[in-house]
């Protein structure tokens, strides 16, 4: 327990000698970290594209009533119902007009998908240098006072938590990175997903008209 204890406090005594820069750090990883875990949330495959309307839509045949379709759709609220709702809402207009409109819903779908992954880009990009920052503002102090403390080990340690925040700002960007790549490449993923399944559905109420 006692070394429990000791640890916690050395841990903590590492972001408080960081200063002003490394609490700035650390607001922004708890921040990203919410972000991370409310996006995962968000973009799961099986939200977006809940199987039971992917399994519905394979059944739906050409020329037959959509109306088994639509309570399907209104039951599972997602992305992929959405579009495909607006679709079916558009369905005796104009082909061009129709395809409007189902743009129009699909971008405001990627949209809602894509909400919170600009934070996550733009603390990749300022972590580090915030770190930076504030690793340079610890070595001017250090410097300044090099004259009063002439003591090489002193000197040696203040260095060593200078370079704490450069530590904790590649730490923060670094997972931000990771996630922010891997959120937009699975937001990309469910856009081609979406286009396809609607054109597929678009193209079996235009041979039902015929």
Request: glycine share 8%; hydrophobic share 50%.
């Amino acid at each position: 327990m006692l070394i429990h204890t000791f640890l916690a406090l050395g841990f903590l005594q590492f972001f408080i000698k960081g200063g002003f820069f490394m609490a700035v750090l650390v607001i922004l990883s708890i921040f990203s970290l919410a972000v991370i875990l409310q996006r995962a949330l968000v973009i799961k495959m099986d939200r977006a594209l809940p199987p039971v309307i992917l399994n519905a839509l394979i059944s739906f045949k050409a020329g037959s009533s959509t109306e088994a379709l639509q309570k399907v759709l209104l039951s599972d609220p997602s992305p992929l119902s959405r579009v495909l709702t607006t679709l079916i809402q558009h369905k005796d207009w104009p082909r061009a007009e129709a395809l409007d409109a189902v743009q129009t819903r699909a971008r405001h779908e990627i949209s809602r998908m894509e909400a919170g992954l600009v934070f996550l880009e733009i603390t990749t990009g300022i972590s580090p240098l915030l770190g930076l920052l504030g690793t340079l503002s610890g070595l001017v102090g250090i410097f300044g006072n090099i004259g009063d403390h002439g003591d090489p080990q002193m000197v040696a340690n203040g260095i060593s938590e200078a370079l704490n925040c450069t530590i904790v700002g590649l730490g923060v960007a670094v997972p931000n990175l990771i996630a922010y790549n891997y959120f937009t490449r699975r937001v990309e993923v469910v856009a081609i997903e979406l286009e396809s399944l609607t054109t597929d559905l678009m193209a079996k109420l235009s041979l039902g008209k015929r």
